[in-house]
Nanobody, 119 residues
Framework: QLQLMESGGGLVQPGGSLTLSCRSSGIIFSIYNMAWYRQAPGKKRELVAGITSGGSAIYADFAKGRFTISRDNVASTVYLQMRGLNPEDTAVYYC?????????????WGLGTLVTVSE
């Protein structure tokens, strides 16, 4: 059974950096595309970045040039390095296994990790 555990969030000042981690279990991690999503207060969940099983990455426009997604198949973990953070990046960040269009493959979501960008 799929389980996802996100971590690494916290409070950071504008312009700061964070690296999020998401460890998965219950699936053969290496064969799946994985993605990071985020949900800000009062807004819909949106795609931040995705990485294919082969390691190719895609990014939402707001993430390009600031965020980097990577994966470690041995550790069954996907990472999101974020820099140049601004208050608009404040959200709960989630990871999930995704299909070819970076769409979630299940309705299951982990607890997420909260990122707060503020002075």
């Amino acid at each position: 059974q799929l389980q996802l555990m996100e971590s690494g969030g916290g409070l950071v000042q504008p312009g700061g950096s964070l690296t999020l981690s998401c460890r998965s279990s219950g699936i053969i991690f290496s064969i799946y595309n994985m993605a990071w999503y985020r949900q800000a207060p009062g807004k819909k969940r949106e795609l931040v970045a995705g990485i294919t099983s082969g390691g190719s990455a895609i990014y939402a426009d707001f993430a390009k040039g600031r965020f980097t997604i990577s994966r470690d198949n041995v550790a069954s973990t996907v990472y999101l390095q974020m820099r140049g953070l601004n208050p608009e990046d404040t959200a709960v960040y989630y990871c999930n296994q995704v299909g070819p269009l970076m769409e979630p493959l299940t309705d299951y979501w982990g607890l997420g990790t909260l990122v707060t960008v503020s002075e």
